[in-house]
């Protein structure tokens, strides 16, 4: 299968573009506005080719079907208010898609906008194969096996402070910070503030870090896929106490009016970032929590937990889209349409790829060390 990797030398296309590169039953196409740059890694990984490709022009079906693409992956982020461009030009051009999405708009209108289109074509459109809510979906899901009841779903993210960072990731979180955020909460929806409000997150292999609330997909998808009760929230939590509260400052801010755009800050904050490095590490994870009624209508509290070192963190959003290409070169048949990665992968699946990066994983019953404590 030909795949494109459209943004391929970028901080997750690399990564993504690094493993198919592998894969004897994909030919890979390193894709963006650099050509020069899109050639050069691509010649770095031996068996891909580089291509100069503008997503933007009106042509850009055209080139899909001139370069004999049979599957997108768009990693060119940020995904908040970018429009639906790049899939339907996938969809004239007969193409599979998937992208790494976590702007809740996109992800959450995607498949009322894009489902007839990529029917009519017979080709699948897979929107947030990224960690969320690829992998958040199949952690809920391998938790909750048989539950009778979901009350509480709270998920936070800890990136390592020297992980690799990218201008687009940063731009996208600044996009929403101070502003209103939709949050299902004590079983209604409630406004709350983008990364105002820090709280203490507890993990199992990490110190404890303050998280603020995030706009993502889960917060509107969840509460009706996993019919929640009570709460559904994501929180992000950096590991410098001082850089989280920073992003509180100016969340406060703009809700006073001082700030209109935080995003316009992103490549200042990007580069100036490093100037924390010496107080942070290079271990990263995540954290899913549940609690509800157990296949036995007992209460249950469980929680999942994942530790990356080394820096290896930004793999976990890319994972999703490397499973899903592996299953469509394989010829594996998905069914035609547009629909958000929502528990289309099993966390048995990702196992191989945390082990490939030394990631630990970890399931807390939560409810027995409560008692036990």
Not at 17 to 39: N, Q, Y
Not at 79 to 95: I, P, R
Not at 126 to 141: C, M, R
Not at 341 to 368: I, N, Q
Request: proline share 5%.
């Amino acid at each position: 299968m030909k795949v494109m990797v459209l943004g391929g030398y970028g901080n997750f296309g690399q990564r993504i573009c690094r493993a198919l590169a592998k894969d004897v039953a994909i030919e890979l196409l390193v894709a963006g506005r650099d050509g020069p740059r899109a050639v050069a890694f691509a010649t770095s990984l031996g068996t891909a080719q580089g291509l100069a490709v503008d997503m933007c022009r009106a042509d850009f079906p055209e080139v899909l079907s001139d370069n004999g693409v049979e599957l997108m992956i768009h990693t060119a982020g940020p995904f908040q208010g970018q429009d639906y461009n790049v899939a339907l030009a996938c969809a004239q051009a007969g193409v599979h898609y998937i992208d790494l999405a976590d702007g809740r708009r996109y992800v959450c209108d995607f498949s009322a906008t894009m489902h007839a289109a990529f029917v009519a074509a017979d080709r699948v459109a897979i929107t947030g194969a990224s960690t969320v809510p690829a992998l958040s979906s199949a952690v809920v899901d391998a938790l909750c096996v048989g539950w009778q009841q979901l009350d509480t779903l709270d998920i936070c993210i800890a990136p390592a402070q020297t992980a690799p960072r990218g201008v687009a990731t940063l731009r996208a979180v600044l996009s929403y910070c101070g502003a209103p955020i939709q949050v299902w909460n004590a079983g209604q929806w409630q406004t709350h503030i983008g990364w105002a409000n820090p709280q203490r997150v507890q993990f199992h292999r990490l110190r404890p870090r303050l998280g603020a609330l995030c706009d993502i997909p889960d917060l509107e998808l969840f509460p009706s896929h996993y019919q929640v009760r009570q709460r559904v929230e994501f929180r992000a939590a950096v590991e410098v106490g001082v850089a989280q509260r920073a992003f509180a400052l100016l969340a406060w801010l703009r809700t006073v009016g001082l700030l209109k755009r935080p995003a316009v800050l992103a490549g200042v904050l990007n580069a100036s970032a490093k100037v924390f490095d010496p107080l942070g590490s290079r271990l990263g994870g995540m954290v899913v929590r549940v609690t509800g009624l157990d296949a036995d209508g007992r209460p249950g509290a469980r929680a999942w937990h994942i530790a990356a070192d080394n820096d290896h963190g930004p793999e976990i959003p890319c994972m999703a889209a490397i499973l899903l290409a592996r299953r469509l070169a394989s010829g594996e048949r998905m069914a035609s349409g547009a629909y958000p990665c929502l528990s289309l992968h099993t966390l048995a699946e990702y196992a191989p790829e945390f082990a490939k990066w030394g990631m630990v994983t970890d399931v807390v019953d939560e409810r027995s060390a409560e008692a036990a404590s």
